[in-house]
């Protein structure tokens, strides 16, 4: 839901010189635009530190039920550990707040799902066949779909791809790029480039996890 409005909106609860992605964050439920109103229970994961901010602003400011879950900035085994004692505490908050019960098996099972579509996923986009555009779809409906099937899903979609023929391939590194965010993703493409996406929203977010 990024744009120049949830930004304006968003400068209601921040400052102006704040990451636009939070600003549009926070616009979006203070306007209560699109799936940003039908929300109940936000996991903020804290990924940086205008993150942390964004979602501190989120519940003083703007009253929303807010759960916080520290995101270690690396992979060692330490980091694992504390992401997973994060994880427990949260799913404890949960469980106690709600009367839910925790399905291990349930939960193992969906990230099984999960990380064999972006195990499909990870081939295919290191892979030079898929044009930026299509890519930056498939990458973001991983995100938000749900995982049941999604690799047999993508793997049809690789499978009955026309192809697209890339003279050079492009390492795209750095920010995360949101949904509508695609003008430099047009130009490579329109150029006949393609892209490898070692970005946020790209390889970093499927690669390096086990399935347990």
């Known amino acids: ?35 940003h109103a039908e929300v109940d ?27 916080p879950v520290q995101l270690p900035s690396t992979r060692t085994v330490e980091a694992a550990d504390y992401y997973a004692s994060q994880i427990r505490r949260f799913v404890s908050d949960i469980e106690a707040r709600y009367n839910f019960n925790f399905n291990s098996e349930a939960a193992i099972k969906w990230q099984r799902e999960r990380m064999a579509a972006a195990t499909v996923l990870s081939l295919a986009a290191r892979s030079g066949k898929i044009s930026p555009l299509d890519l930056h779809i498939m990458f973001h409906l991983f ?18 791809y026309a ?11 750095g920010s995360p790029l949101s949904f509508e965010d695609t003008a430099l993703l047009e130009t490579l493409e329109k150029h006949g480039f393609s892209i490898i996406p070692l970005n946020c ?3 970093n977010s499927v690669e390096g996890f086990d399935i347990p």
């Open 1 to 35: 839901g990024t744009s120049s409005d949830a930004e304006s909106s968003g400068e209601k609860v921040v400052r102006p010189d704040v990451c636009p992605l939070v600003k549009s964050l926070l616009g979006n439920i203070l306007e209560k635009r699109g799936l």
């Open 201 to 203: 929203t790209g390889l």
């Open 163 to 173: 192809g697209f023929k890339s003279k050079r391939n492009i390492v795209l590194a």
């Open 41 to 67: 229970i936000w996991i903020g994961l804290y990924t940086c530190d205008q993150m942390r901010r964004g979602m501190n602003c989120l519940s003083q400011d703007l009253g929303k039920e807010v759960h």
């Open 143 to 160: 995100f938000i779909a749900r995982p049941n099937k999604l690799a047999a899903f993508f793997e049809n979609l690789i499978n009955t």
